[in-house]
């Protein structure tokens, strides 16, 4: 996955937890409006800083790897992680909403990353050096 493609998941994520929550606010309750929209938030940080530890760590072969920075992201991830188990056991906010809200990164992951591979498949083939009786 590229940079953009991420990119958008992390903008169109927010928007609709936005959107969602808003509804939620007035059908359900604002608790669990609140729960969808901070859970939602949630998941796009906790995506974003996987992104990074990823970006940090799987570097081409040659290049040098900042093990500081992978090591700080990686205590990032974990204060994520610790915020939530935090949250599901003091129950702040109803359970359901947390799960719905985390739903909507998962749903915006797999619509826009179906869209970009149809995409891809759409694009003609580029003719290779070797011929394109070699890509069989």
Do not use: C
Request: cysteine-free; proline content about 6%; overall charge positive.
């Amino acid at each position: 996955m590229n940079g953009s493609l991420l990119a958008k998941v992390r903008i169109w994520t927010t928007a609709s937890a936005i959107f969602i929550a808003s509804i939620s606010w007035f059908a359900v309750s604002p608790e669990f409006g609140l729960g969808v929209f901070l859970t939602a938030l949630w998941a796009v940080a906790g995506f974003w800083t996987l992104e990074k530890i990823l970006r940090q760590a799987a570097r081409p072969p040659g290049t040098p790897r900042n093990g500081f920075a992978i090591a700080l992201w990686i205590v990032a991830k974990l204060a994520i992680y610790g915020l939530a188990v935090w949250v599901l056991f003091s129950r702040p906010l109803p359970v359901f909403s947390h799960v719905v809200g985390f739903s909507i990164l998962m749903v915006i992951l797999v619509i826009l990353g179906a869209n970009a591979r149809a995409d891809e498949i759409k694009k003609p083939r580029q003719p290779t050096e070797q011929g394109d009786d070699a890509q069989v």
